[in-house]
């Protein structure tokens, strides 16, 4: 069975710093990886994904994410922060297999940004 | 387009009754889904439909039903509500594409209180 492990329940980052976001994923098979954000109160917001292709990938933001196979990861990253980036951002893997895909999410991570 | 609408946005229900939460989408995606997001769960998968008339279980589907008769539609029916319901709850769609994993489109959310 697919699962996605986000080992960081709660980052606090100073505004201008630079981020990672840590997930791990397991799943059999190349997996279709993707990375959302929550701001408080509202839905989620897609920031990239991962299908195929160049490993490292760009999303909206100014943020980018990093596929390595053989550590199973997908990091989220940001050169410098904002204060506007606090949120809570979620890692999912899509375990595609014709049309029984499922998405499966990891716990969260709730980022801080101090002035 | 409006995208992935929810209604209500909040609701209070008594143990035992019955409601049915609204997801319509105008993006014209086969696959639609529900997911209940509960604090440090992440989300989880609770039904979803490839097309009008083919949904199937997800990972927490029990006191859940769900039809799909429009393409556009996608209702979630609590039979029983039970305080263990209460979480908030977002719709989702996506294309069905095949050789890529599912982008999908969230709805801002239902928050459910079960007392």
């Known amino acids: 069975a697919q699962s996605v492990t986000q080992p960081d329940i709660h980052i606090t980052v100073s505004e201008g710093a630079s981020l990672e976001l840590r997930c791990n994923y397991s799943y059999g098979a190349t997996p279709y990886l993707f990375w959302y954000v929550q701001s408080p109160g509202q839905g989620l917001q897609l920031l990239l994904k991962y299908f195929s292709g160049d490993t490292l990938v760009q999303g909206i933001k100014g943020f980018e994410a990093e596929f390595k196979r053989s550590q199973s990861s997908f990091n989220l990253r940001k050169p410098s922060v904002h204060w506007s980036d606090a949120a809570e951002y979620f890692c999912?893997?899509?375990?595609?297999?014709?049309?029984?895909?499922?998405?499966?999410f990891g716990t969260g991570t709730r980022l801080q940004v101090t002035l | 387009n409006a995208g992935v609408t929810q209604t209500p946005k909040f609701q209070v229900l008594k143990t035992g009754q019955s409601m049915t939460l609204q997801c319509a989408q105008d993006m014209n995606h086969e696959y639609m889904s529900w997911y209940r997001q509960d604090p440090g769960m992440g989300l989880r998968l609770i039904h979803y439909s490839v097309g009008a008339g083919i949904t199937d279980q997800g990972e927490v589907p029990n006191g859940y039903n769900v039809s799909r008769s429009t393409t556009e539609d996608f209702p979630l029916r609590l039979l029983s509500a039970a305080p263990s319901q209460t979480s908030v709850y977002f719709c989702a769609s996506s294309r069905l594409s095949p050789g890529q994993g599912r982008e999908q489109y969230f709805g801002p959310g239902t928050r459910l209180t079960v007392t």
């Open positions: 999912a893997v899509d375990g595609y297999t014709g049309t029984a895909s499922k998405l499966t």
